[in-house]
């Protein structure tokens, strides 16, 4: 703690505290000497009165001599500080200002953004400064930081924007530091205008820049400091469009779609806000809704997409939530895109056509379901696929090996490269099977694990889903555990010890015995390929004493035809293909792997266009944006033949936006360190915090009171030791008077 007088030469008036003593000695009487009958009592009472009466005196002197000193005191305006000072706004100044771009600080209240309110306060800090200062302005969204002066700061101040996505605080934090740091001011002051949402921070790292702070602070006159200033409003009142969300991204044309969208209401009532919520497909309206949503309690809806949306386009939708105003509008609609896709072409290879009837009619049945056809199967025998161009597996999005006996070594050779190549190969094996075949070179290179021999005959069944996060099983996995269960497996393959697990390989489904039903092995690449085997034919035989009566999987219930429906997208990489975004995360589009192309333009919703640089990959392109601005988007590519090809993508504000959740002091002092800072919450805190740390703690006002409490006692000790004595009444009141002193006056 350090202390510094304001007015420093008026502690000078301290010396006054000696004028008492002054005028005592310069003003002292000669006592006057009388001449009295030698009375001993009266002489011994002179003696004590001598004694006390000096006592007195020189406490009401030093009593006098506290009073003046106390009060020259004062008027030097003692200030104390808990570190060292910043000075005055007159002192020249290198300033941060960092200012909260993030999208939360659009939020309103009493017409101003917060924005706004952090641009004023801006205004107000910069004002004051003299013209010989430097100012920086950082931005949390882009970074870049250049001293500028104080007028030329007012116009960057004025320019600001919120943005979708901006990069921590923190790290605009070190930057502003850093710049600070280096100036040759003799104060440095850096001020955090935001609304302390939570989301604008890296809670798990401190503000970049510290041991800059630090190393300034320890110097020899160093001199900074850093305001927190808080821009949020008392009470949030906000409804927004929590999700938007397609039941599937990509799907075939006649494909039953639907739109989850959820409606989240905030603020501190208890009675619902009744909304409107409205579906547009395509910039035309097509449903509509009136909810009521109670404060935290979020109102789902479901909207049906039609279903006459045409294969091989794009379609955009938005959901928008209108009724009464809201304080913060950009969650107030949410955007998603749809992919109509041609049906996925499946080659489904068997010995025998009933190998294959089962997966056949469960992928491309002959009434498709909704008049939707989301498989195209196609179907060899052995002997035709060992026959044909093996080129054309390419065209397939994925291929089936029921229960097949044997292929030669240039089939295999030609689906390990399928595979490699980012295809998907299911493999169902059965009686027919030969394990030698099966565990050649090249399907070793392939399959996730090596045939033994067929299990002898028991009643078990499929026993557990070993990851329900699986993509397989996400969506219905309690379910298919339940259902499974039930199908009753006469006979499975055993499967050959590994001396060592297979890399990339993992068990799926175990049966009740604990051995695997279905594994899994992946191929990484610039495309994902994988391999699916089942253990158990993917077939049945309706006598159950024949040697291809192994389960009775196709019949019991729906788990066959949902995961043989689920498999299919899953290989071919179908579900990856991500159309929907957040501002902030990477955006990358899955490209047809047999187009080349040579150029991509990209399009946003302020219609501006720039070029896209060509990807190394022929199978993604990595989309990267200036601006990530929510809305949608249009790639438009162009291929070696110049053909046009239309992508797309929907970019929406991150949600966490939207739940407007404050840093509290443990997680700031995370950030800054326990004493790193300085929070004000509101303009009249933000003059007071100031105030402390450039003047420091005056303790005027604690003088002055201690001046009264010596004032009094000084009163107090004058009438005490001076209060005349009292005298004998006219009438006689038989008193004597007091004896007079050998030494008065």
């Known amino acids: 703690m350090e202390m510094s007088l304001l007015h420093a030469g008026l502690a000078a008036g301290a010396a006054l505290a000696a004028l008492p003593v002054i005028l005592h000695l310069f003003m002292r009487q000669t006592p006057k000497h009388v001449v009295f009958p030698a009375l001993r009592l009266i002489r011994e009472r002179q003696k004590r009165s001598k004694k006390r009466l000096r006592v007195k005196n020189w406490l009401l002197l030093l009593a006098r001599m506290a009073v003046l000193a106390l009060m020259a005191l004062a008027l030097a305006r003692p200030t104390l500080y808990s570190q060292v000072p910043i000075g005055d706004h007159s002192v020249p100044t290198a300033l941060?200002?960092?200012?909260?771009?993030?999208?939360?600080?659009?939020?309103?209240?009493r017409?101003?953004?917060?924005?706004?309110?952090?641009?004023?306060?801006?205004?107000?800090?910069?004002?004051?400064?003299?013209?010989?200062?430097?100012?920086?302005?950082?931005?949390?969204?882009?970074?870049?930081?250049?001293?500028?002066?104080?007028?030329?700061?007012?116009?960057?101040?004025?320019?600001?924007?919120?943005?979708?996505?901006?990069?921590?605080?923190?790290?605009?934090?070190?930057?502003?530091?850093?710049?600070?740091?280096?100036?040759?001011?003799?104060?440095?002051?850096?001020?955090?205008?935001?609304?302390?949402?939570?989301?604008?921070?890296?809670?798990?790292?401190?503000?970049?820049?510290?041991?800059?702070?630090?190393?300034?602070?320890?110097?020899?006159?160093?001199?900074?400091?850093?305001?927190?200033?808080?821009?949020?409003?008392?009470?949030?009142?906000?409804?927004?469009?929590?999700?938007?969300?397609?039941?599937?991204?990509?799907?075939?044309?006649?494909?039953?779609?639907?739109?989850?969208?959820?409606?989240?209401?905030?603020?501190?009532?208890?009675?619902?806000?009744?909304?409107?919520?409205?579906?547009?497909?395509?910039?035309?309206?097509?449903?509509?809704?009136?909810?009521?949503?109670?404060?935290?309690?979020?109102?789902?809806?479901?909207?049906?997409?039609?279903?006459?949306?045409?294969e091989g386009e794009l379609h955009r939708g938005e959901i928008v939530v209108t009724g009464a105003p809201d304080p913060y509008e950009d969650d107030d609609r949410r955007f998603f895109t749809l992919r109509i896709r041609p049906p996925l072409k499946v080659l489904v290879i068997a010995d025998r056509a009933v190998d294959g009837n089962f997966?056949?009619?469960?992928?491309?049945?002959?009434?498709?379901?909704?008049?939707?056809?989301?498989?195209?199967?196609?179907?060899?025998?052995?002997?035709?696929?060992?026959?044909?161009?093996?080129?054309?597996?390419?065209?397939?999005?994925?291929?089936?090996?029921?229960?097949?006996?044997?292929?030669?070594?240039?089939?295999?050779?030609?689906?390990?490269?399928?595979?490699?190549?980012?295809?998907?190969?299911?493999?169902?094996?059965?009686?027919?099977?030969?394990?030698?075949?099966?565990?050649?070179?090249?399907?070793?290179?392939?399959?996730?694990?090596?045939?033994?021999?067929?299990?002898?005959?028991?009643?078990?069944?499929?026993?557990k889903v070993t990851d329900l996060t699986h993509p397989l099983f996400e969506r219905y996995g309690r379910d298919l555990d339940a259902q499974l269960v039930q199908v009753l497996v006469y006979h499975h393959w055993e499967l050959k010890a590994q001396a060592q697990p297979i890399e990339g390989t993992r068990t799926l489904v175990t049966y009740t015995d604990g051995t695997p039903a279905l594994l899994e092995r992946s191929f990484k690449g610039p495309r994902t390929g994988r391999v699916l085997l089942w253990t158990t034919p993917l077939a049945r035989n309706k006598d159950k004493r024949a040697r291809d009566a192994w389960n009775e999987w196709p019949i019991v219930g729906w788990s066959f035809l949902v995961l043989t429906n689920l498999t299919v997208p899953y290989l071919a990489g179908a579900d990856e293909a991500r159309l929907n975004f957040e501002a902030g995360q990477s955006v990358q589009l899955h490209l047809d792997p047999s187009v080349r192309y040579k150029s991509f333009s990209l399009t946003g919703p302020d219609s501006k266009t720039t070029e896209l640089t060509p990807p190394a990959s022929r199978d993604t392109l990595d989309v990267a944006m200036v601006q990530p601005?929510?809305?949608?988007?249009?790639?438009?590519?162009?291929?070696?033949?110049?053909?046009?090809?239309?992508?797309?993508?929907?970019?929406?504000?991150?949600?966490?936006?939207?739940?407007?959740?404050?840093?509290?002091?443990?997680?700031?002092?995370?950030?800054?360190?326990?004493?790193?800072?300085?929070?004000?919450?509101?303009?009249?805190?933000?003059?007071?915090?100031?105030?402390?740390?450039?003047?420091?703690?005056?303790?005027?006002?604690?003088?002055?009171?201690?001046?009264?409490?010596?004032?009094t006692f000084e009163n107090f000790l004058a009438n005490t030791f001076y209060k005349e004595a009292p005298r004998a009444g006219a009438a006689g009141a038989g008193t004597a008077r007091e004896p007079v002193s050998a030494s008065a006056a």
């Open 359 to 463: 997966v056949a009619a469960a992928l491309d049945p002959e009434v498709p379901a909704a008049g939707a056809r989301t498989f195209r199967v196609e179907r060899n025998t052995t002997a035709e696929f060992q026959a044909r161009d093996k080129a054309s597996l390419a065209n397939y999005a994925c291929v089936f090996l029921t229960n097949v006996a044997e292929l030669d070594q240039a089939s295999w050779g030609a689906l390990n490269g399928y595979v490699h190549q980012g295809g998907g190969l299911v493999i169902g094996a059965g009686n027919r099977c030969d394990a030698a075949n099966y565990g050649g070179e090249i399907p070793g290179q392939l399959l996730p694990a090596q045939l033994d021999r067929p299990s002898p005959r028991r009643d078990i069944s499929f026993g």
């Open 629 to 711: 601005l929510p809305g949608q988007w249009t790639v438009k590519a162009l291929t070696e033949g110049d053909r046009p090809s239309v992508l797309g993508f929907s970019l929406n504000p991150p949600r966490a936006e939207s739940r407007f959740e404050v840093m509290d002091a443990p997680r700031l002092d995370a950030v800054f360190g326990k004493d790193g800072y300085h929070l004000a919450e509101d303009e009249k805190s933000l003059e007071k915090v100031e105030g402390l740390v450039r003047r420091g703690h005056e303790i005027f006002p604690y003088l002055m009171l201690l001046i009264l409490i010596v004032v």
């Open 96 to 109: 941060g200002l960092v200012f909260d771009t993030s999208l939360s600080m659009k939020y309103k209240d």
């Open 111 to 310: 017409d101003r953004t917060r924005l706004d309110e952090a641009r004023e306060r801006a205004r107000e800090i910069i004002g004051k400064l003299p013209d010989s200062s430097l100012v920086f302005v950082v931005d949390s969204s882009i970074p870049g930081s250049t001293g500028l002066s104080p007028a030329a700061a007012l116009k960057r101040v004025d320019e600001l924007t919120t943005h979708a996505a901006s990069r921590p605080l923190n790290v605009a934090m070190g930057e502003v530091y850093e710049a600070v740091a280096a100036a040759d001011k003799p104060a440095r002051v850096v001020y955090v205008l935001t609304d302390l949402a939570r989301t604008a921070w890296d809670t798990d790292r401190p503000a970049e820049g510290l041991d800059k702070v630090e190393k300034i602070k320890k110097s020899k006159g160093g001199r900074m400091a850093t305001f927190v200033v808080r821009l949020a409003p008392g009470e949030v009142h906000n409804v927004e469009v929590e999700a938007a969300e397609p039941s599937r991204e990509t799907a075939t044309e006649g494909e039953p779609i639907e739109i989850r969208t959820r409606v989240r209401s905030q603020g501190p009532g208890k009675e619902p806000a009744v909304r409107t919520v409205e579906f547009y497909i395509d910039g035309v309206k097509k449903n509509q809704k009136i909810v009521r949503i109670a404060p935290d309690h979020p109102e789902e809806i479901v909207f049906p997409a039609p279903p006459t949306l045409k």
